[in-house]
């Protein structure tokens, strides 16, 4: 496989000439500082970083993978020495406040940055990755003292944090939680209980490393209403933020896995190990879903980050791997075959992967301008503000994290697809990607779960439909201005008025259907998060062509011609191949419920 490259240009375009960070930065807080050259400079040192330290431990990090022994992970070659080089360059501390040790950035540097990471060694980024959600939930709901003792440590990535939620008998059903959590006085708890899957739970990169974890006190109320959350370290911490002593804290194993071999997945067994508690008593879960928000949108991000992977392998492979001839004739005459992609059906696996992984990146962008404004509102104690811009990310957060996965895992396996059968060996390193895209569907809650959240939940429940009328207005107001241009521009405006309208009849209709049968919920829910996946990625892909073809109209753009021009044309194609699955999706969502819930149980078996 070729040399990765972060695709700066496009991140610059979707920054200064789609979105207009420039002006949202000015809008907040503290962003004046966040200058377009400065941004600029940040991105160019990250570039360098993941290209030249993270890319090339990828593969080797994969077949070394992580060694476990009497409690204790080693991680892969030269991922201690990189990791010392993302401490030293500050990247941990981006987004978090300067009282706290943080170069207080807004957030969405933060998701730059992992898309970087992660597209150049995902396995390597999971390890702060996790840092991340855990700093957020100590900032909300940390006490200050709490705050003091941990947060400097985190910011600056000398430790590292985790998120312990699944138990042995308990995955997404977090009401089956046994961890217990034992009042010691003055404000301790002695935490006892396993915690499986735990991305990060154990390795050799930072000397402690902070957990945070769901358990119940003992007079918690059954189900999710018992829940509380707590803080345990791996060290304990004094008060001046020195190590103490080790805690009752011992990974018990770590997962074999398909992929991300790199990264410790661990067994973790607390033991009387001593916690804090983090917010109020039996109201961990709200506190744990702003850590949850968090992964999830990483987690969408890498989506992206594969499909961007892939797609840099397959079209470095496909302009110059050669066979056979074109079927319209021949177009290398000096050569004794043409390139594949010469042959259209590799262009579309290409463009596929291209409008993922670009269609894919504008929409995590757009959810980042939110979560930008969300915590600035958190510094400012805005609680009305940061509840409304809460419920608008939160009805990205499922959509941006079940689609782009499973698109992300298409693309990877496009990308095999275009080696052939060279892909299928690990020398290319394309069926790497597959194996390790293959988690991000599963992890920080599967598709189903997802899609469950996203109906539900938040369009059912929470909204009674309204968070999707919201985000149709405002895929029809920006359409407004472009029906009548003609051309690829007019289509795609008078496309996405006719899909926004769809969207919401859609809508409707199922909240019909499950006011008369809640099981309509779970087996219209997947259908309909992908439906509106496609319609979501729509509306931004025609934002990309609208600014394109305005940029390339008036030759003020910051790029060449040519980029601008391979916009218009994904978008184009992005539109007539890829939008159309939607209608499949849409039927399938109101299929009769009939012939998915008539087999009576014992019918499934084998004879």
């Known amino acids: 496989m070729p040399d990765f490259r972060v695709p700066v240009r496009d991140m610059r375009f979707l920054l200064n000439e789609v979105f207009d960070y420039p002006a949202h930065y000015r809008s907040m807080v503290g962003g004046d500082d966040a200058s377009p050259e400065v941004v600029d400079a940040i991105l160019e040192a990250t570039a360098r970083y993941c290209e030249n330290v993270l890319a090339?431990?990828?593969?080797?990090?994969d077949r070394e993978g992580c060694q476990f022994e009497q409690g204790e992970v080693r991680t892969p070659s030269g991922f201690r020495e990189a990791y010392q080089r993302f401490i030293e360059g500050g990247w941990q501390s981006l987004s978090f406040p300067v009282e706290y040790g943080g170069q207080g950035w807004p957030m969405s540097m933060n998701l730059l940055k992992t898309e970087m990471m992660g597209a150049a060694n995902w396995a390597f980024a999971m390890y702060p990755g996790l840092s991340v959600g855990c700093i957020a939930t100590l900032l909300q709901f940390g006490s200050e003292p709490i705050r003091q003792r941990y947060l400097p440590?985190?910011?600056?990535?000398r430790w590292t944090g985790t998120m312990c939620l699944t138990e042995p008998q308990c995955g997404s059903d977090l009401g089956q939680i046994k961890t217990r959590a034992q009042p010691l006085g003055?404000?301790?708890?002695?935490?006892?209980?396993?915690k499986i899957f735990i991305s990060s739970g154990e390795h050799d990169l930072t000397e402690n490393i902070i957990h945070i974890v769901l358990a119940r006190l003992p007079d918690a109320p059954k189900g999710t209403r018992g829940i509380s959350l707590f803080l345990v370290p791996k060290v304990k911490v004094g008060e001046d933020g020195q190590l103490v002593e080790r805690n009752a804290v011992v990974c018990g194993a770590i997962e074999h896995k398909m992929g991300i071999a790199a990264s410790a997945t661990a067994l973790l067994n607390f033991d009387e190990a001593e916690g804090f508690l983090i917010g109020e008593p039996h109201k961990g879960l709200e506190a744990m879903f702003t850590f949850m928000n968090t992964a999830r949108i990483g987690t969408a991000i890498q989506g992206v980050a594969h499909a961007e992977q892939s797609f840099q392998g397959a079209l470095a492979y496909a302009q110059t791997r050669r066979s056979m001839r074109a079927l319209s004739g021949t177009r290398e005459l000096d050569q004794p075959a043409?390139?594949?992609?010469?042959?259209?059906?590799?262009?579309r696996m290409l463009l596929t992967q291209k409008a993922i992984a670009e269609g894919g990146r504008a929409m995590v962008y757009a959810a980042a301008k939110i979560a930008d404004r969300m915590f600035d509102a958190i510094r400012q104690g805005d609680t009305t503000t940061h509840q409304q811009l809460d419920e608008a990310l939160g009805f990205y957060t499922p959509i941006l994290k079940?689609?782009?996965?499973?698109?992300?895992?298409?693309a990877a396996q496009l990308g095999v697809q275009v080696y052939g059968g060279h892909g299928y060996i690990r020398e290319h390193g394309m069926e790497q990607i597959v194996r390790d895209a293959r988690v991000a569907t599963l992890y920080e809650g599967t598709t189903g779960i997802q899609a469950l959240d996203l109906l539900g939940r938040k369009v059912l429940l929470a909204t009674r439909g309204a968070c999707v009328r919201q985000f149709t207005r405002q895929m029809m107001g920006d359409a407004k201005p472009y029906l009548l241009r003609p051309g690829a521009a007019g289509r795609q405006s008078r496309t996405l008025v006719k899909r926004a309208l769809q969207w919401n009849l859609l809508t409707v209709r199922l909240m019909m259907r499950a006011a008369r049968n809640r099981d309509e919920v779970g087996a219209a829910s997947v259908d309909y998060l992908m439906f509106s996946g496609y319609l979501m990625m729509a509306h931004f892909w025609a934002l990309q062509a609208r600014a394109a073809e305005r940029l390339l109209e008036s030759g003020s753009g910051d790029q060449p011609a040519a980029f601008y021009q391979a916009k218009l044309d994904c978008a184009e194609f992005y539109f007539e191949r890829l939008l159309p699955r939607a209608d499949a999706h849409a039927r399938c969502a109101l299929a009769p419920i009939d012939s998915l819930m008539r087999m009576d149980r014992a019918a499934f078996r084998v004879e």
């Open 338 to 347: 043409d390139a594949l992609i010469w042959h259209p059906d590799v262009r």
């Open 186 to 194: 003055e404000d301790r708890y002695a935490i006892r209980g396993t």
């Open 153 to 157: 440590s985190l910011i600056s990535g």
């Open 402 to 410: 079940g689609f782009l996965t499973e698109l992300g895992l298409e």
């Open 56 to 61: 090339p431990l990828n593969a080797s990090g």
